[in-house]
């Protein structure tokens, strides 16, 4: 990896001695790269980042699915962005598409997570309105922390016994079925789940940009081109004025470049 922005003395010499191709980051130096902001006086807030990929024409996925996107890099970044996170935000269409599985614990992250008071995973919050989930599944019945359903007051009682009955815990943030973006984060940072990450998907998303409670964007760009109709990082609602947002870092492996833009 070689960093290309900010610029500095530091990283001009150590690109020079690196070489044009530069060297693949430590797990640590990836963690220090993307760890969240410290608390202020006032203690912890909740910081929502999004972790996507996108092709150079746009495509958020390739026949439904990211992984056709990424590279080696992408998926240490991923892993990496999960290993610093309480709580891992995603759309239920996303959980069906992708084949969501539980956090995994890993042992290089182990001690960072229990000095900073995390589990030993990440949870993953499932957004959905209907809870058309398959709660059958490892995300539901296996975690290691227990998986969070974010759904609102008016969900069928049905299918929210269902994921109780799975072991899934139902957190309400919204007022009819579905999900409001705002009182989601309150709820998680409630439960005490202040370090948020999403991976979307795009409908998901765009709802969260739409409601303005997206802290920072980590978009690794694919050196790709797919054409076709597929969708972008974002759907959903439009916003009356674009959110302006400020590139934080960005690093480059193998013409993948690693992108971090925070709110203006």
């Not at 006086?41 to 909740?46: E, I, L, W």
């Not at 974010?150 to 799975?166: F, H, I, M, Q, Y």
Request: charged share 20%; hydrophobic share 45%.
């Amino acid at each position: 990896m070689r960093r290309l922005f900010p610029v500095t003395d530091v990283t001009d010499e150590t690109a020079a001695a690196e070489g044009a191709a530069g060297r693949e980051w430590s797990l640590a130096e990836l963690a220090a790269a993307y760890a969240y902001p410290e608390p202020g006086p006032q203690g912890p807030v909740p910081w929502l980042r999004g972790n996507m990929v996108s092709t150079l024409d746009g495509a958020a996925q390739h026949a439904g699915r990211s992984q056709p996107l990424s590279c080696p890099a992408d998926m240490r970044v991923f892993g990496v962005l999960r290993a610093l996170a309480d709580v891992v935000v995603v759309g239920a269409e996303t959980v069906r598409q992708e084949g969501y599985r539980p956090a995994r614990a890993r042992a290089e992250f182990a001690a960072a997570r229990e000095a900073a008071g995390q589990g030993p995973a990440p949870a993953i919050a499932v957004v959905s309105a209907s809870l058309d989930l398959d709660f059958s599944l490892p995300l539901f019945t296996s975690p290691l922390v227990p998986t969070l359903v974010l759904t609102g007051a008016g969900a069928d009682p049905e299918r929210v016994a269902a994921a109780g009955k799975a072991g899934a815990r139902v957190v309400v943030a919204g007022e009819g079925a579905g999900v409001d973006p705002g009182r989601a984060v309150h709820a998680l940072a409630e439960l005490g789940h202040t370090r948020l990450l999403t991976e979307g998907g795009p409908r998901l998303l765009g709802r969260l940009i739409a409601a303005d409670v997206l802290d920072e964007l980590c978009l690794t760009i694919s050196p790709m081109l797919t054409a076709g109709d597929a969708q972008r990082i974002a759907g959903g609602p439009s916003v009356t004025l674009p959110r302006r947002f400020t590139l934080s870092s960005m690093v480059e492996e193998d013409g993948f470049l690693f992108t971090r833009y925070r709110r203006a």
